[in-house]
């Protein structure tokens, strides 16, 4: 009887110690990605801008986010991949950003496109540590995976929001160098905090044989072994990976060039403004939508998401008033927290927690082949008319709106 107790008292003083490790590990987390993501405010809105002014053509400045994603696109499963195998988060999330910093403040200091063009390819090789990573260390803060990444999603973009603001103030006072300088420093700083997670690595597996070379294959030259790649696109999660691609598509059609846009037709204050106001809307609402979709499923929200992005980008392509313009992009902002939470949640509840990593390196990595795609006609067809762009994103939004239909619910 007095072993039984004894044993009892273990279980629940164990269970209270996960418990509090838990929540500690997701402050800490919360307070890096918040900081991360002003610097990522304040940098990407203008990364297109700064090509314009080192004078870029609009295919280059698409070109820049081609770059971005395809690397971002091939190094973020295998990443996933070492995850999982090394029961590591924390570091590769901290590798990724610190690689943000490192190129971000090597921009400040290039004198031409082709500078900026290198150092956002890099970026996107190295930065893609941390993306599959991320991912699957939210999901395992909480069995409940709406309402964890909502949670983060409404951090995450509150601080996007702060950076968009604060990125329109840097640039009139230090300009676009001095933004980027500044972003590289807040990056240093939030890659240090994710050092203090509390993580207790898992099983490792095996790395020997993860990659075999495969002779005759000049563009696919590796393969993974034993990985969960062939299972992930399989049925279900095969077509809902498609139709993640093809709203990525139209995603990248329309912000590859949009701040270019913004900026040439409401002037370069509206800019960070309107990004800001985008993501006032996603941290607002992420966290409550992140509940919503825990208790009416993933499916729902994800086709109203993707109808949420074709009246978004069909107003973006009417709308001239700016005014009008900054109630568009708060609804644009809803539509992204809830492709994110939902797409998000998806992956965490038809994927088992050994693959999560893997499964959402996948999903990361379909996002970025559609901004691979997406970019090249958004660059080609806004040097035509940015409305012609903006209205064809309707195209892949209708088609993948018609496949999710047959998701699983």
């Known amino acids: ?25 997701t402050l800490v987390f919360l307070a890096a990605m918040f900081i991360a ?20 053509g609009m295919l280059t400045v698409g070109l820049l986010s081609v770059a971005f994603n395809i690397t971002s696109m091939v190094f973020q499963y295998p990443f996933g991949w070492l995850s999982d195998a090394s029961g590591n988060r924390k570091g590769f999330i901290a590798f990724g950003l610190f690689s943000f910093a490192v190129f971000y403040s090597m921009m400040a200091f290039v004198s031409s496109p082709l500078g900026v063009l290198l150092f956002r390819t890099l970026q996107g090789v190295f930065g893609s540590a941390m993306m599959p990573a991320h991912s699957a260390l939210i999901s395992e803060l909480s069995t409940r995976a709406g309402s964890i990444f909502g949670l983060f999603n409404s951090v995450e973009n509150a601080g996007f929001m702060v950076g968009n603001f604060l990125g329109s103030v840097i640039v009139s006072n230090l300009g676009i160098r001095g933004l980027f ?3 590289g420093i807040l990056l240093v700083a939030s890659s240090g905090i994710v050092l203090l997670i509390r993580e207790r690595p898992a099983g490792r597996r ?28 399989r049925g279900q999660l095969g077509l809902f990976y498609v139709t993640v691609f093809l709203v990525m598509v139209a995603s990248g059609q329309f912000y590859s060039v949009s701040s270019v846009y913004f900026k040439e037709a409401f002037g370069g204050w509206s800019v960070g403004v309107i990004f800001g106001v985008e993501s006032l809307a996603a941290a607002l609402t992420g966290y409550f939508l992140g509940k919503l979709i825990d ?11 993707i109808a949420g992005y074709s009246l978004a980008f069909l107003l973006y392509a009417i709308v001239r008033n700016v ?20 797409t998000s949640a998806y992956v965490a509840e038809k994927v088992s927690p050994g693959e999560r990593a893997q499964g959402m390196g996948l999903l990361n990595a379909m996002m970025s082949l559609g901004w691979v795609v997406g970019p090249l006609i958004g660059g080609y067809l806004s040097g035509i008319s940015f409305t012609l762009n903006f209205v064809s994103t309707l195209i892949p939004l209708g088609l993948a709106f018609l496949l999710a239909l047959r998701l699983e619910g």
């Open 295 to 305: 208790r009416y499923g993933a499916k729902r929200f994800y086709l109203v998401a």
């Open 206 to 233: 095996s790395l020997l044989g993860m990659i075999l070379v495969q002779e005759g294959r000049e563009s696919w030259l590796t393969t993974v072994k034993g990985s969960a790649f062939k299972r992930l696109m």
């Open 37 to 56: 993501n002003i610097a990522f405010g304040m940098a990407f809105p203008y990364l297109s801008v700064y090509m314009r002014l080192l004078g870029a």
């Open 181 to 183: 300088l500044i972003s």
């Open 1 to 25: 009887m007095e072993r039984v107790v004894l044993q009892g008292k273990r279980e629940r003083a164990l269970k209270s110690k996960k418990l509090r490790v838990r929540k500690w590990n």
């Open 323 to 342: 005014w009008l313009v900054l109630g568009i992009a708060f609804l644009s902002g809803l539509k992204w927290v809830m492709t994110i939470n939902s």
